[in-house]
């Protein structure tokens, strides 16, 4: 082997060593892992500094640089395909500027010009929607975003301060498990462990109002496994409880448009004498169905489980009142009604 060839070889080396210690190493334990002699290290410092976002920390130890370190990725016509789905459901999906997302599809925009020119010509289109000055401009949330993805990447705790629904803002430390992006709320959550209570918890990223990488480290326990965890949720809920049974009944003129989509891994549908379609799943928590259910107007009707069925109704009579119209006063809880049974005249 040549001595150009034998140089970025190690320089491969070192890149690995470093990668697989986010902490760093001190140039006399990268030289005594690959059996050089420590001066080998200090010459190939420029290279590792420019080639691979190679830092010194004060205390002599190299790191990479994780925000400024680029990963190589080849990618196959149908693969960049899949990555263009991706890339445009987030576009349409999320609602705040996003300059990172947009630099990643940009980048491989460029890289699949001659491969795929109209796929890299719709990725850079999509790069541009995440630019536009319509989406809203949120640094604390960038910001937010940033901090938690060198957390989880780097095994360090964050100290964050999170603000609830009714204005009431607490300090927690927290460790990063898992970083889940929530298309129904156009929002981002992050699973970890919360301290206090000293248990797992989620965090909606858009009510973090500040946050602060911390030094102290952590381990993700080697049996959490988010698929598991969300496996039952509709979305982002889950509980350590058993899933519970919701069954829907959907009118006949829909029934085709909700067998076209499996929507839930559980579900299972049962098609009606009249046309109409009985679906069923067992879903973690039932009343973050909700948003879904209300969206199929008066085509569906909840049979189960009563919490989510009394919702309803409750809000289709606000609706009915909002609008001006006569509700009848039957009870909320008459099995089996439906809408046409609790409306009266209009």
């Not at 290290?41 to 420029?46: G, S, T, V």
């Not at 990643?104 to 289109?125: D, N, S, T, W």
């Not at 009944?249 to 009606?272: C, I, L």
């Not at 199929?296 to 009915?320: C, F, H, N, Q, S």
Request: no cysteine; charged share 30%.
């Amino acid at each position: 082997m040549g001595r150009a060839e034998n140089k970025a070889a190690r320089l491969l080396q070192i890149e690995a060593l470093l990668l697989a210690h986010p902490d760093g190493l001190s140039q006399a334990e990268i030289a005594r892992r690959l059996g050089v002699n420590r001066s080998t290290i200090y010459r190939y410092l420029p290279d590792l500094t420019n080639e691979f976002a190679v830092y010194e920390e004060d205390d002599g130890r190299l790191a990479i640089d994780r925000d400024h370190y680029l990963t190589n990725v080849r990618l196959t016509l149908h693969e960049a395909m899949a990555v263009h789905l991706a890339a445009r459901l987030m576009a349409t999906r999320s609602d705040r500027q996003n300059p990172h997302a947009a630099a990643a599809l940009r980048k491989l925009g460029v890289a699949l010009e001659k491969l795929a020119p109209r796929v890299a010509e719709h990725l850079k289109l999509s790069a541009a929607v995440m630019d536009d000055q319509s989406q809203r401009h949120d640094p604390v949330y960038l910001e937010v975003l940033e901090t938690l993805t060198r957390g989880w990447s780097l095994r360090r705790k964050v100290w964050l301060k999170h603000q609830t629904p009714d204005g009431h803002v607490a300090a927690y430390t927290f460790a990063p498990y898992f970083i889940e992006p929530y298309a129904v709320g156009q929002t981002t959550h992050a699973v970890g462990r919360r301290e206090p209570p000293g248990a797992v918890r989620t965090f909606k990223l858009e009510r973090i109002r500040a946050i602060r990488l911390l030094d102290d480290s952590y381990d993700i326990p080697a049996d959490f496994d988010p698929g598991a965890m969300l496996a039952d949720a509709w979305g982002i809920w889950y509980t350590e409880g058993e899933p519970v049974e919701v069954v829907l009944r959907f009118h006949p003129r829909v029934a085709y448009r909700v067998r076209e989509t499996r929507w839930h891994r559980s579900e299972q549908v049962e098609e009606q004498p009249d046309g109409s379609l009985i679906w069923r799943a067992q879903v973690a928590e039932p009343l973050e169905m909700a948003p879904w259910v209300r969206g199929w107007g008066a085509d569906v009707e909840v049979v189960e489980p009563r919490e989510l069925r009394e919702t309803l109704i409750g809000e289709a009579k606000a609706l009915a009142e909002q609008y001006g119209w006569f509700v009848s006063s039957q009870p909320a809880d008459k099995s089996f009604s439906t809408l046409d049974d609790f409306f009266g005249d209009r």
